[in-house]
């Protein structure tokens, strides 16, 4: 499937907040946002002073922003917000608790990966299990007690051998438990709203798709 594959501080830019897709670079005076806060491309110092933006413009700066910050393409980040508005409940945080269970996600949020984009690739390379079967689908969405953990054959590798040194000053949510000295994590619980801590407004979100 496509996916986008440039230049990742242009779409922090270009929505004027940070999306934390760079993994440590996004923390450190390094991160382009720091230097240049205003959207890309030759006109993109002028937009700072254009007028005030409609409310269609709002709901898809906010949209982009959702599906940028969890690497969803358009035709999947349909297909979420159609199974949130089947299931009871707020739609708007329905959407996020879905993109929250991809299994990319929440390898990035146990801290095995610095950014979701690498975490996917992990993933995707097939170093990952979910109960003690290899799953390689970055968009598996896990629920409650299911266990991740690396596989023994991934934890030879030299990436893997350094990961519970770096795992152990990274905080992990609430919902979620890590053994970082055994390189496994478990599904506590569903996430709620105040758990899930990305720069968002999800009922804008809800309003673009309703129009």
């Known amino acids: 499937m496509a996916r986008y594959r440039g230049p990742v501080c242009r779409l922090c830019r270009r929505e004027g907040v940070k999306l934390y897709l760079k993994g440590q670079k996004c923390y450190s005076p390094k991160c382009p946002i720091e230097k240049r806060n205003y959207p890309p491309g030759m006109h993109g110092p002028k937009q700072r002073y254009r007028r005030k933006m409609s409310d269609y413009g709002l709901q898809l700066r906010e949209k982009q922003k959702v599906r940028r910050i969890y690497g969803v393409l358009e035709r999947q980040f349909r297909r979420y917000f159609r199974e949130a508005q089947r299931q009871p409940g707020m739609t708007g945080e329905n959407l996020l608790r879905l993109l929250e269970r991809r299994l990319d996600n929440v390898v990035y949020r146990m801290g095995f990966a610095d950014s979701r984009a690498q975490a996917r690739q992990l993933v995707s390379h097939g170093h990952f299990m979910v109960n003690g079967r290899r799953t390689n689908i970055p968009s598996y969405l896990v629920k409650p007690g299911d266990v991740i953990s690396v596989r023994p054959e991934s934890?030879?590798?030299?990436?893997?051998?350094?990961?519970?040194?770096?795992?152990?000053?990274?905080?992990?949510v609430e919902w979620l438990e890590v053994?970082?000295?055994?390189?496994?994590?478990?599904?506590?619980?569903?996430?709620?709203?105040?758990?899930?801590?990305?720069?968002?407004?999800?009922q804008l979100v809800v309003e673009f798709y309703s129009r």
């Open 179 to 202: 053994n970082p000295d055994e390189l496994t994590g478990r599904v506590v619980s569903l996430p709620e709203r105040h758990q899930i801590d990305i720069p968002v407004n999800e």
């Open 155 to 172: 934890r030879k590798r030299e990436y893997f051998k350094y990961l519970p040194e770096l795992m152990a000053g990274k905080q992990v």
